[in-house]
């Protein structure tokens, strides 16, 4: 059974960064796509950004964006560490939510699996 550990949550002022990890211990996660989503309180979840690995690695090519977070956040991966990673910069107020990473596996077309989800929050 794949195990999601979601890290890196906290507060910041706004424009401040953070990075958030999402790491899949004990299993090599080949050919899956790792997406980040976020549940904002009162709202429903919503897409952040997804990577998949493709060709041995965390391809950058094969990665998407919501609108609201382009140019601010990025999503890589780290193939010997296993483990997702979400840079968010620029900061603003309404990307206070909790952030669930999913993993979504090989042929497959939906996320299977879920983290427990990290807060991040985002006020002066």
């Known amino acids: 059974q794949l195990q999601l550990v979601e890290s890196g949550g906290g507060l910041v002022q706004p424009g401040g960064s953070l990075r958030l990890s999402c790491a899949a211990p004990?299993?090599?996660?080949?050919?899956?796509?790792i997406g980040w989503f976020r549940q904002a309180a009162g709202k429903d979840r919503e897409f952040v950004a997804t990577?998949?690995?493709?060709?041995?690695?965390?391809?950058?090519?094969?990665?998407y964006y919501a609108d609201s977070v382009k140019s601010r956040f990025t999503i890589s991966g780290d193939k010997v560490k296993n483990t997702v990673y979400l840079q968010m910069n620029s900061l603003k107020p309404e990307d206070t939510a909790v952030y669930y990473c999913?993993?979504?596996?090989?042929?497959?077309?939906?996320?299977?699996?879920w983290g427990q989800g990290t807060q991040v929050t985002v006020s002066s």
């Open positions: 999913a993993a979504q596996p090989p042929g497959g077309v939906t996320y299977d699996y």
């Open positions: 004990g299993v090599i996660l080949d050919n899956y796509a």
């Open positions: 990577i998949r690995w493709s060709g041995g690695r965390w391809s950058g090519d094969i990665s």
